[in-house]
């Protein structure tokens, strides 16, 4: 299959290089121009870890060329830039080109249908509720693969194309997908944002101040008990929906291959065995301005929505807000499109089950 790849991030290049060595056609799309530059100039890439293939891969001049012919679309780009890349893809995409949003916040898959309505396209929409891995860049062409996930959430726009959707993902990426009940589901399944906050916020002198350090390490007891609380707080808005999403610990036994513990003792069992990640070494970090507006102010809102007010995250983004001396709600360019306050529940629970 040719499969377009929206994005030139860490997590494009993984699945670039997963796809790639199953057999696939990969081509990448960088907004910039500059993300995949040297790999449309011939250089191979090399992804080494838990994903091992050194070979070409095409990148794209523009995401018209990305699509051409492309039987998937995956956006894989920081939330922040999905509404571009969304716009972007709109005007260009065949009707018949299933998208997958890798991964999914912020009600991402909301807008992409309401925009494809618009355009009088009804495209199958599927969100992850995380990315199919992790890993970091290292320079312009090649990237470490820290782990190949177990088992990944997922749902379809609209519900009823639920099926088909997963038959899609299981033939390209294996049987590792589980369906949940709608886009509702998805949408408090990404735990990311929780997870990060807990680990920047308490954290956050290390990336200030450029230092190199074991993100699995840090995550001690006190971190820990933090991150269960604000996990807590997501479960209680589930919970009021009617839904079962995973639980925190469920997330890092199935992500990262540990035994179930408490979040600190998992942490440390994944250090110990060299797969703990290394922290971010920077404040500008996706930690915070992705994080924070498009995933914990996502979460926020649902929490008003149901009467379960999450505190912490309501804190976490306050806080963030005024160390950076900014609103960071603000750079949210997705919920403001939805007009998701306005929304009542049942309208909302509607639009997660069928689409625009």
Same mark, same amino acid.
């Given at each position: 299959?040719?499969?377009?790849?929206?994005?030139?991030?860490?997590?494009?290049?993984?699945?670039?290089?997963?796809?790639?060595?199953?057999?696939?056609?990969? &081509?990448?799309?960088?907004?910039?121009?500059?993300?995949?530059?040297?790999?449309?100039?011939?250089? *191979?890439?090399?992804?080494?870890?838990?994903?091992?293939?050194?070979?070409?891969?095409?990148?794209?001049?523009?995401?018209?060329?990305?699509?051409?012919?492309?039987?998937?679309?995956?956006?894989?780009?920081?939330?922040?830039?999905?509404?571009?890349?969304?716009?972007?893809?709109?005007?260009?995409?065949?009707?018949?080109?299933? &998208?997958?949003?890798?991964?999914?916040?912020?009600?991402?898959?909301?807008?992409?249908?309401?925009?494809?309505?618009?355009?009088?396209?009804?495209?199958?929409?599927?969100?992850?509720?995380?990315?199919?891995?992790?890993?970091?860049?290292?320079?312009?062409?090649?990237?470490?693969?820290?782990?190949?996930?177990?088992?990944?959430?997922?749902?379809?726009?609209?519900?009823?194309?639920?099926?088909?959707?997963?038959?899609?993902?299981?033939?390209?990426?294996?049987?590792?997908?589980?369906?949940?009940?709608?886009?509702?589901?998805?949408?408090? $399944? %990404?735990?990311?944002?929780?997870?990060?906050?807990?680990?920047?916020?308490?954290?956050?002198?290390?990336?200030?101040?450029?230092?190199?350090?074991?993100?699995?390490?840090?995550?001690?007891?006190? &971190?820990?008990?933090?991150?269960?609380?604000?996990?807590?707080?997501?479960?209680?808005?589930?919970?009021?929906?009617?839904?079962?999403?995973?639980?925190?610990?469920?997330?890092? $036994?199935?992500?990262?291959?540990?035994?179930?513990?408490?979040?600190?003792?998992? %942490?440390?069992?994944?250090?110990?065995?060299?797969?703990?990640?290394?922290?971010? $070494?920077?404040? *500008?970090?996706?930690?915070?301005?992705?994080?924070?507006?498009?995933?914990?102010?996502?979460?926020?809102?649902?929490?008003?929505?149901?009467?379960?007010?999450?505190?912490?995250?309501?804190?976490?983004?306050?806080?963030?807000?005024?160390?950076?001396?900014?609103?960071?709600?603000?750079?949210? *360019?997705?919920?403001?499109?939805?007009?998701?306050?306005?929304?009542?529940?049942?309208?909302?629970?509607?639009?997660?089950?069928?689409?625009?």
């Amino acid at each position: 299959m040719k499969i377009a790849i929206l994005g030139a991030g860490s997590i494009a290049f993984g699945m670039a290089a997963f796809l790639a060595s199953a057999g696939h056609e990969p &081509v990448l799309w960088s907004p910039s121009g500059t993300g995949c530059k040297t790999l449309g100039q011939g250089t *191979d890439l090399v992804a080494s870890g838990a994903v091992t293939f050194t070979g070409p891969v095409a990148a794209a001049k523009s995401c018209a060329d990305a699509l051409d012919g492309a039987d998937l679309a995956i956006i894989a780009m920081p939330v922040n830039a999905h509404r571009m890349a969304i716009e972007a893809l709109i005007p260009v995409i065949d009707p018949a080109c299933p &998208v997958i949003i890798s991964s999914h916040a912020s009600f991402a898959a909301l807008y992409l249908s309401k925009c494809l309505k618009a355009a009088g396209k009804d495209n199958l929409i599927i969100a992850w509720g995380t990315t199919l891995l992790t890993g970091r860049r290292r320079g312009e062409t090649s990237v470490t693969v820290n782990t190949v996930r177990q088992k990944v959430d997922m749902a379809t726009l609209p519900q009823s194309r639920a099926e088909e959707g997963l038959s899609l993902c299981t033939a390209i990426f294996g049987d590792r997908f589980v369906p949940r009940d709608g886009l509702m589901a998805i949408a408090l $399944s %990404n735990l990311n944002p929780q997870n990060h906050l807990g680990i920047a916020l308490l954290n956050l002198t290390r990336m200030e101040k450029g230092e190199i350090w074991s993100q699995g390490e840090h995550v001690t007891p006190a &971190v820990g008990a933090f991150i269960e609380a604000l996990d807590r707080e997501r479960l209680a808005i589930a919970e009021a929906f009617g839904l079962r999403t995973k639980t925190v610990q469920e997330h890092f $036994s199935l992500s990262f291959h540990v035994p179930l513990g408490s979040v600190s003792e998992m %942490n440390q069992e994944m250090h110990a065995a060299g797969r703990g990640g290394q922290g971010p $070494s920077t404040a *500008d970090s996706r930690y915070v301005f992705e994080d924070v507006p498009f995933g914990l102010h996502a979460t926020a809102v649902l929490g008003r929505i149901t009467g379960r007010p999450a505190v912490l995250h309501e804190a976490g983004i306050a806080i963030f807000s005024a160390a950076f001396e900014r609103d960071l709600t603000a750079d949210n *360019d997705l919920l403001p499109a939805l007009s998701l306050d306005s929304l009542d529940r049942a309208a909302l629970e509607a639009l997660c089950l069928k689409g625009y």
